[in-house]
């Protein structure tokens, strides 16, 4: 049993192990992190745990499915990898409807058409403040320009 545990190749290949065969699941959750956040993209900080989720969800609504035997094997294919002597298995499944998406999409779009109808604070703020600098400017005559340029010259011609 020793020598069996301590084997170097089971050793190397334990975390790659799948109850089912195939992809481990650290993978194929690795291949859902990939997925929703590209490493070409810069997304901004706050967003990323935002992708981190969708794609946990992503990946729960697979193995759920799979567990409740919505998620059938279609076809097999054994693959013959670039660095590898051995052969993969490639399984093709069944889709899953991720119903979490389409809640998610609608969520977001009743809440931009709630922002949308609703008139913005901003808007009103904007519209007092002109009405208060018109207010003010009224009462306020405006400077004559022209009579402070000939009262400066009259200063520097006193001056000389």
């Not at 058409?113 to 009103?124: G, I, N, Q, S, T």
Request: hydrophobic share 35%; aromatic share 8%.
């Amino acid at each position: 049993l020793r020598r069996l545990v301590l084997n170097k190749v089971l050793q190397r290949d334990l975390p790659k192990a799948s109850p089912r065969g195939g992809t481990s699941i650290c993978e194929s959750k690795n291949a859902l992190d990939r997925l929703y956040c590209r490493k070409e993209i810069f997304y901004p900080l706050f967003t990323y745990k935002l992708y981190e989720m969708l794609s946990t969800m992503h990946f729960n609504t697979l193995r759920l499915a799979e567990l409740a035997g919505e998620r059938r094997v279609e076809r097999v294919v054994e693959v013959q990898r670039k660095n590898f002597t051995r052969t993969s298995r490639v399984a093709f499944k069944t889709p899953v409807e991720h119903i979490w998406r389409d809640q998610i999409t609608q969520a977001i779009l009743d809440a931009r058409r709630k922002h949308h109808e609703e008139p913005l604070a901003d808007d009103v703020d904007i519209q007092e403040m002109i009405e208060a600098e018109a207010a003010f400017y009224e009462v306020i005559p405006e400077p004559n320009l022209e009579s402070e340029i000939d009262s400066d010259e009259e200063e520097y011609e006193e001056e000389l």
